[in-house]
Each structure stands twice: as C-alpha cells, then as structure tokens.
C-alpha cells in the first residue's frame, strides 16, 4: 500500500468505523440498517402536524369534549303557570275535532301497522338465515375437518415420496460418480492409447530399420560370395 | 510447450470484454511459451460477418489465425430461436440449432483443431456460449482448458453447456462467484479450476490534474467508465445519482466515460465525455472520489480492478454477485441494492476522506495481492504443469 492508513475508530454520517480494520461486511450492515429506518424517519417528518397534539385545535378538543347535549323535552310532563292554563284552554277547545284527527291520522297508523308487520317477517326471514347460515359453518367445520385429514394423509405421502426421492438422489449420486469415473477412465484411456500410437510408431521404424539392415546384409553377402567365387 | 488460444473475435480495435481478456492473456503467455491465438474472420459481434482476410497474420508478435465464418447471424431468427429455447418446452436438438444461430459458425476453424491437435498441447477456449468453444472442446477434450466468463445469462441454463461444462480438462474462472455458479449448475467438482481473472496495464504516470484542465472538470466527482446502456445498469444510476443531487444539494459531479446507446440526462453535474484514450481514462480515474459500478451483470469487471490498482474505492451494485463479492473479499469498495443504500453509502463515503483512502488501500491490497500479471501469469502456467504431471 502507497498511503498510510490513518488509525483510530472514528464516526462518519453515523456510521462508526474503525480506519485500522476496515470490515465492508459490517459498515454495509450498518448502512442497510440506516436505510432501512430512512423511510421511517421520513413518513414521521411529514407526519407532525397530524399526530402531536395541540391546544389550539378544535379537531383535538373534540374527543376529550362531550358534545353539547341536545335539547331535553319532557312531553309527559306537565306545562307549568300561564303555558299550562293556556295549553289546557286548547286541549278543551280541540277535545271535539279529536275524532276527525284520529280520522286523519288512521292511514299512518295502517301504514305503520304493515311496517311492522313487514319488520316481522323480515325479522323471520333473517331467523332462518340464521339458522341456515350456522348449518353452513357446521357443514363447513365438518369439511374442514375432511380436509385436515386429507392433508394429514397427504403429508404422509409426501414424506413417502421425500423416502423415495432421497433414495433416488442417492442413486444420481452414485450415477454421477460413475460419470466422473467414465470421464477419469476416458482420459486414461486417451492418454494410453496415445502412448500405445507412439509406441506403434516408434515399433515399425525399428522394424523399417531392420529391414534395411537385412537388405544390406543380403547385399554386402552376395558381394563376398562373388569375392570369394572369383 | 506450444498453446492455442481460441476465441470469437480478435484484432486490435476489438474491445470486448472476453476478446481483450484473451488478447492480454496471449501477450503475456508468449513470454513463458509459443502462443498462437485461432479465430474467426468476423469483427462484427452481432452478424459475424467476414471482415478480416481468412490466413494467419502477425498481432503484437502472436500468430494469429483466421478463419472464415461460413453463415453470418440473422438477429431475427437468433432472436425467434432463443426465445423458444428460453420460454418454451424444446430438445437438446433445438439448442443445437440455436448455437449455431449464436455462432460465429466456423466450421474451418473446428476441422483445423481436430487436424491439427498433436501440433499444440492445450487449446484455451474463451467464452463458453460460442460456436468454437462448444464445438472446439468437443474435438479436443483432453487438451481443453475453458475460460468461461459466464455471467448470470439464461442460456447458461440450457442443458448442452451444462454437459459442456463436465468435458474440458480444467477451468480458469474469472472470480469466485463464476465458479460457484458454474459448479452448481453442471455438478462439475471433479475438473480442476483456478480462479484466475486478469492482469490489467497500469500506466507508469497518471494525473488529475491534467485530466481536470483538458476536460474542464472541477470539484469533487464520480465516475462511471464502460458501455453506456441499460444491461450496465446506467437508467438507475442516472435516476440515483439525479435523486441524491435533489435531496442532498451536494456538490459532487458524475462523469462518464465509455461509448453511449442510451440518452444522457441535461444536468450541469453530468459530464460525458464519450470514448477516451487509455491516458485520460487513467487520468480521470486517479482524480475520481470513488468508481460508480451500477452493472447488473459482470463477470469480473476489469475496471473496477483498474480503479483498485490505483488506490481509488468502488460503489458497485449489489444485485451482481461477483461484484458484492469482490467488494466484501477485498474491504475495498461499498454496495448497493437500492436508492436508500445507494444514498446512505454514497453519503458515507463523501463524507469521509479517511474511509475512501482505506477502502482504496484495501482494493490495491487485493489487486496486487491477485491480479497482477505476474500472479495471472503463474495460476496459467500452474494449471498447465498440474494437468501436466497428472498425464
């Protein structure tokens, strides 16, 4: 290294880091752990205004504020001093027409009996539903209850099959370590039979060589024959 | 010892991630043993048509030999292709089809390895979800060494590289993660592997300060170097970045380097400044507070080491596994998953000069501990010795 490393643990964008070993490994630990909380920090600074509480805000007084309470009338109760002697003085005047009212007032009250009669019925028809619907969920648990024993069967199996799987990988295994033998007896083989083409060659020279020397054996003998016959 | 390195594309004006990874690797391999490098004749990564002659050329002092592509891509039909092999129920037969739709479909360059095997000792394929990988290490498996730069692709998932990725002799993997996945996925433990990665060239000199009055680029800043498009991940660092401004009325500015599809936000603190050379860029990024790292899939990000070759601290995204795990390996960089993590982090790490400087001190701690060509150089050559002496 050219430049000298400086020493010391020091800090850098809240990240501490130690100059005299410097682990990538743990600073992108501490970087992946600042990312990470960034998204946070930033939906909190956009966020304040919202969540903190304030005095001033109408928003904020209302839950810990009860609303003002409405108007109390007492219909059964009793006018009282002038509005009482008034009211009674209309009661007595109206007392005749009341019939003619009640007249004016009978098809409200049909209606109002048919809605309720309706509501009934309806409140019928929803008891059923009831009824219906908790027949459905026992039905439901029942095959629920199917289903749980069809897995538990087919958990048994997949761990069969994980048996049979195992045992096949162990097989490719073995296949494969057969390959590898092939392959190593292949280049053997190459290399022997490379030696054995050298040996063939370096063979039939030898004999070429012979054959020559024969040739010049048989020459140089018909010489001396022809020497010795002279 | 004689090697082969056999890639989609190569040339000096190619800059794709695995084609430069291959290239480096060549010209730093040729120092310890003969290199040739087998290709294709495409320069374009989307049709593969033929750009340069087919035969053999000499690039930085490696023999390099091209071969024709006999088909070039139609996008339309690779595209109707992988979707039926991504979202559909299909055959191993329509992954064939499919690969060789992905091509660069080099039948030449497949027939030269199987002529030509004795000639060389290992052929490293780069990128698995090729013509020539796929096919090459079919015709040589026992001289076959996979760089797969995988990334967290859907095709990876498809059932002809998961047998694939059983047949090579070794794997040299780009980060931990790749091995990881590449493991899970094909259950291929009993091949040996190394994670390797790359080396990367740091200039001898580099300044700010230089970069600053050439650029007009004052205060303090972020940069993003790479592509510019929505698989790196840019739409969301553009809407970070803009958001961070908004809500922190800091001063930092975001520059970025890198060749653009995507439209740049108008804002004063977003500089572009398109494609810039190897000076500059190295410039830039000794002045930058942090490198910006938003990709979503990367399977080593070469960048990302350049910045902790020189000292600076990364923010990478955290949804790319290779890219949280390289920063928890090397205590050199922050991640992020989100705006919050992105906002918290960046706020740490421009408030603090002191983390930045240990950040950085850690990631060039890492580099050098695992990514200079000196230790790129000896993981190659050690998987070779080790397949070596096990023959």
Not at chain 1, 187 to 207: G, P, Q, R
Not at chain 1, 219 to 226: D, N, P, Q
Not at chain 2, 143 to 148: D, E, T
Not at chain 2, 342 to 355: D, G, N, T, V
Request: proline share 5%.
């Amino acid at each position: 290294m050219d430049s000298p490393k400086p020493s010391g643990a020091t800090q850098a964008a809240s990240v501490e880091i130690d100059y005299d070993r410097v682990n990538v490994a743990e600073i992108m630990a501490r970087i992946q752990k600042a990312a990470a909380e960034a998204p946070a920090e930033l939906s909190a600074a956009n966020e304040p205004r919202e969540a903190a509480p304030s005095s001033f805000s109408p928003a904020s007084a209302s839950p810990q504020t009860a609303p003002p309470a409405p108007p109390q009338t007492d219909w059964n109760s009793e006018p009282q001093g002038a509005k009482q002697r008034i009211k009674k003085i209309i009661r007595k005047l109206m007392r005749p027409f009341f019939p003619v009212i009640r007249l004016l007032a009978l098809p409200i009250h049909e209606e109002l009996r048919a809605t309720i009669k309706s509501l009934h019925e309806t409140n019928v028809r929803l008891d059923n539903l009831y009824h219906l619907l908790q027949r459905q969920a026992e039905e439901f648990d029942r095959k629920l209850d199917l289903g749980g024993e069809r897995m538990d069967r087919g958990e048994l199996r997949l761990d069969r099959l994980e048996g049979i799987l195992g045992e096949r990988l162990k097989d490719l295994d073995k296949s494969m370590e057969y390959i590898r033998l092939l392959h190593n007896l292949d280049h053997n083989l190459v290399v022997e039979l490379t030696k054995l083409k050298v040996e063939a060659d370096t063979l039939k020279s030898k004999v070429r060589i012979l054959e020559k020397d024969q040739e010049l054996t048989r020459r140089r003998e018909r010489a001396l024959e022809e020497q010795a016959l002279k | 010892m004689t090697i082969a390195l056999v890639v989609q594309r190569y040339g000096l004006e190619i800059n794709g991630g695995a084609e430069l990874h291959c290239r480096w690797v060549a010209e730093h391999m040729r120092t310890h043993m003969p290199v040739e490098v087998l290709t294709s004749c495409a320069y374009d990564y989307i049709t593969w048509r033929n750009h340069y002659p087919e035969g053999e050329e000499l690039i930085n002092g490696i023999r390099v030999r091209r071969f024709p592509v006999s088909r070039p891509r139609s996008p339309e039909k690779f595209g109707r292709l992988q979707n039926r092999i991504l979202e559909h129920e299909h055959r191993e037969q329509d992954e064939l089809a499919w690969l060789e739709e992905e091509g660069p479909t080099s039948p030449k360059l497949i027939h030269f390895i199987r002529k030509n095997q004795a000639a060389y000792d290992y052929f490293i394929f780069f990128s698995y979800r090729y013509y020539h990988s796929y096919w090459g290490i079919h015709a040589v498996p026992a001289k076959s060494i996979l760089v797969p730069t995988a990334e967290h692709d859907p095709v990876i998932h498809l059932k002809i590289f998961r047998d694939l990725f059983r047949m090579p002799r070794a794997f040299v993997y780009n980060s931990e993660e790749e091995r990881v996945m590449i493991q899970s996925l094909s259950r291929n433990e009993h091949v040996p592997g190394l994670v390797v990665g790359v080396g990367t060239e740091v200039p001898s000199s580099y300044a700010a300060d230089r970069f600053r009055r050439k650029h007009g680029v004052d205060g303090p800043y972020l940069i993003y170097i790479g592509r510019i498009d929505q698989n790196k991940g840019c739409p969301h660092l553009f809407d970070h970045f803009l958001r961070f401004k908004r809500e922190t009325a800091s001063a930092v500015k975001l520059v970025l380097i890198g060749s653009t599809v995507l439209k740049i936000p108008a804002h004063p603190d977003v500089r572009y400044l398109g494609f810039l050379s190897e000076e500059d860029k190295f410039d830039a990024l000794s002045g930058a507070e942090l490198l910006v790292m938003p990709s979503f899939y990367e399977s080593l990000s070469m960048v990302t080491l350049e910045a902790w070759a020189l000292g600076r601290p990364v923010l990478a995204n955290a949804k790319c596994e290779v890219l949280k795990g390289q920063c928890l390996r090397s205590n050199g960089g922050l991640y992020y998953e989100n705006y919050a993590e992105f906002k918290e982090a960046l706020k740490l790490l421009l408030s603090s000069e002191r983390l930045r400087a240990a950040l950085g001190d850690n990631g060039r701690a890492y580099y050098n501990a695992n990514y200079t060509w000196d230790i790129v150089e000896h993981k190659y050559l050690k998987i070779m010795n080790d397949l070596g002496a096990a023959r």
